[in-house]
């Protein structure tokens, strides 16, 4: 039997140590791609998740207004550089796809909770549903952050490359009004190659 899965802490930087952002008014939106396997291990006890076609965007929303806004991640689209239009894959999907294909060892069923006093050990869905980003409210004044996740079938390419993250709009809660959109340039964020 496999070790469990390690759940692994991934830190809020400042604002301003993001390559890739974007403000309208007094909200930014940075984006940190996860664009190799060695970088998405950081965050997700999962070997190759890269080389199996999942890509993690870590996006961190900084809310400056004095407004609740709220964002709805099913607008969010990827800008490929050749142009595709590529919408995010729910973590449970990516879960359930990268379970079958044996590259996790410990994935309890939906619903089920890892067992108290496990420590840092838990479950891949867990982990990577708990750090998705999914549709919130980002209180005024208040930072918050999660992952996007975005499917190739061919992995050997980088969706990262020349792509635009874009996100059409925060609604203000209670008046709906729109505050965007963010076009994110994801190029200056991506991992270099080491120089041999």
Do not use: C, W
Not at 21 to 47: E, H, R
Not at 99 to 120: E, F, Q, V, Y
Not at 175 to 195: N, V
């Amino acid at each position: 039997m496999a070790d469990d899965y390690l759940i692994k802490t991934v830190k809020v930087q400042p604002m301003e140590s993001y390559p890739a952002q974007a403000s309208v008014g007094n909200v930014t939106i940075a984006a940190d791609p996860y664009d190799t396997n060695k970088k998405s291990l950081t965050a997700f006890d999962v070997k190759k998740l890269n080389s199996s076609g999942y890509f993690p965007l870590h996006v961190i929303i900084q809310n400056g207004s004095s407004d609740f806004l709220k964002i709805h991640t099913r607008n969010i689209i990827l800008i490929t550089s050749s142009g595709q239009h590529l919408y995010t894959t729910p973590a449970t999907l990516l879960v359930d796809d990268i379970g079958k294909a044996g590259m996790t060892s410990k994935i309890p069923l939906i619903g089920s909770d890892s067992a108290p006093g496990m420590g840092k050990e838990g479950s891949a869905l867990s982990d990577f549903s708990g750090k998705e980003l999914t549709n919130r409210t980002v209180d005024p004044g208040s930072v918050s952050d999660g992952f996007l996740f975005f499917f190739t079938p061919d992995p050997k390419i980088n969706p990262f490359q020349g792509s635009t993250l874009y996100i059409p709009k925060l609604e203000t809660e209670g008046t709906g009004k729109g505050i965007g959109p963010f076009s994110i340039a994801l190029e200056p964020a991506l991992t270099k190659p080491k120089k041999k």
